[in-house]
């Protein structure tokens, strides 16, 4: 495996493979792998010639008061957990590589931003989509892999990549969780070993839903109260957002109707987890 930092390097290597008629996979991450990143590297092996991971904390996405700093990072864990999965090249850029001093460019996806994580967090997808963007055109791939997690940044991803005519295939893949049903996230090791009990609330929630659905209810308010009144019953929850949304447009839904997505958002103690799942009527 070799580890690349620098922009160039990286452009030359894979010009080489391409060169060479080569396939690559890309998988963007921003380190402490878990067996989510880990499913995603799998994947693309299974599909492309070669696989190249990314490993950049991205500081553009976090706001002034998020967890930049604090965001958990071991190079040489995420290393040795890569390795075993056979990658061959890891880009691991520093700040200043990816950003410049002279930087002066944002690219901003419209209107799917504007709900959810978009409205919690104001700017985080403008700094997702730019240095997605920026991967996108070191790295090259054929093909990019993100998990279903974070459902809105697939969203835009994909919106981005098909506004602006990019030769890329987006592969979403399922979302891998621990055994109680707590969506894999780098982010969990914030959790004390209570807020960790509390946490399996958030998939507890979404499966309520399902079961509701499932049994005939189609109003979204109803649901939306049920998953509430559950979560909250939890001691260290705080809900940022539930939200249902048409799969495909992401538009706020109030009846359940066709492919939905159902998201949320909720504080444990003081770290905010995310997770999702589609239902179909």
Same mark, same amino acid.
Do not use: W
């Given at each position: 495996?070799?580890? =690349?930092?620098?922009?160039?390097?990286?452009?030359?290597?894979?010009?080489?493979?391409?060169?060479?008629?080569?396939?690559?996979?890309?998988?963007?991450?921003?380190?402490?792998?878990?067996?989510?990143?880990?499913?995603?590297?799998?994947? #693309?092996?299974?599909?492309?010639?070669? &696989?190249?991971?990314?490993?950049?904390?991205?500081?553009?996405?976090?706001?002034?008061?998020?967890?930049?700093?604090?965001?958990?990072?071991?190079?040489?864990?995420?290393?040795?957990?890569?390795?075993?999965?056979g990658l061959d090249y890891?880009?691991?850029?520093?700040?200043?590589?990816?950003?410049?001093?002279?930087?002066?460019?944002?690219?901003?996806?419209?209107?799917?931003?504007?709900?959810?994580?978009?409205?919690?967090?104001?700017?985080?997808?403008?700094?997702?989509? &730019?240095?997605?963007?920026?991967?996108?055109?070191?790295?090259?791939?054929?093909?990019?892999?993100?998990?279903?997690?974070?459902?809105?940044?697939?969203?835009?991803?994909?919106?981005?990549?098909?506004?602006?005519?990019?030769?890329?295939?987006?592969?979403?893949?399922?979302?891998?969780?621990?055994?109680?049903?707590?969506a894999m996230s780098s982010?969990?090791?914030?959790? #004390?070993?209570?807020?960790?009990? #509390?946490? &399996?609330?958030?998939?507890?929630?979404?499966?309520?839903?399902?079961?509701?659905?499932?049994?005939?209810?189609?109003? =979204?308010?109803?649901?939306?109260?049920?998953?509430?009144?559950?979560?909250?019953?939890?001691?260290?929850?705080?809900?940022?957002?539930?939200?249902?949304?048409?799969?495909?447009?992401?538009?706020?839904? #109030?009846? =359940?109707?066709?492919? =939905?997505?159902?998201?949320?958002?909720?504080?444990?103690?003081? &770290?905010?987890?995310?997770?999702?799942?589609?239902?179909?009527?």
């Open positions: 495996m070799v580890v =690349v930092e620098k922009i160039q390097e990286m452009k030359d290597i894979v010009k080489k493979l391409k060169k060479e008629g080569k396939t690559i996979g890309f998988v963007p991450t921003m380190g402490y792998l878990h067996e989510g990143h880990l499913s995603l590297v799998r994947k #693309s092996k299974s599909e492309n010639d070669i &696989t190249v991971m990314s490993i950049f904390v991205n500081p553009i996405q976090f706001g002034p008061n998020e967890d930049y700093d604090r965001y958990p990072r071991d190079f040489e864990r995420d290393k040795n957990l890569a390795e075993k999965e890891v880009f691991y850029p520093s700040v200043k590589e990816m950003y410049p001093d002279d930087f002066k460019t944002v690219v901003s996806v419209k209107n799917i931003t504007d709900i959810m994580c978009g409205k919690s967090r104001p700017g985080h997808f403008d700094g997702v989509a &730019t240095v997605v963007l920026k991967l996108f055109n070191i790295v090259n791939p054929d093909r990019a892999y993100f998990g279903q997690k974070d459902a809105q940044q697939l969203a835009v991803i994909k919106q981005m990549v098909k506004d602006l005519n990019l030769d890329i295939e987006i592969v979403p893949c399922p979302i891998v969780r621990e055994e109680d049903g707590l982010r969990n090791v914030y959790l #004390s070993d209570d807020e960790r009990k #509390s946490a &399996t609330v958030l998939y507890k929630s979404l499966n309520l839903a399902k079961d509701l659905i499932e049994k005939g209810e189609r109003d =979204v308010l109803k649901l939306k109260k049920a998953m509430e009144d559950l979560i909250l019953k939890e001691k260290y929850t705080r809900i940022d957002y539930i939200e249902f949304v048409n799969y495909e447009t992401f538009e706020v839904i #109030s009846e =359940v109707k066709g492919k =939905v997505l159902i998201a949320l958002a909720v504080f444990v103690g003081t &770290t905010r987890l995310i997770d999702n799942m589609v239902v179909e009527v």
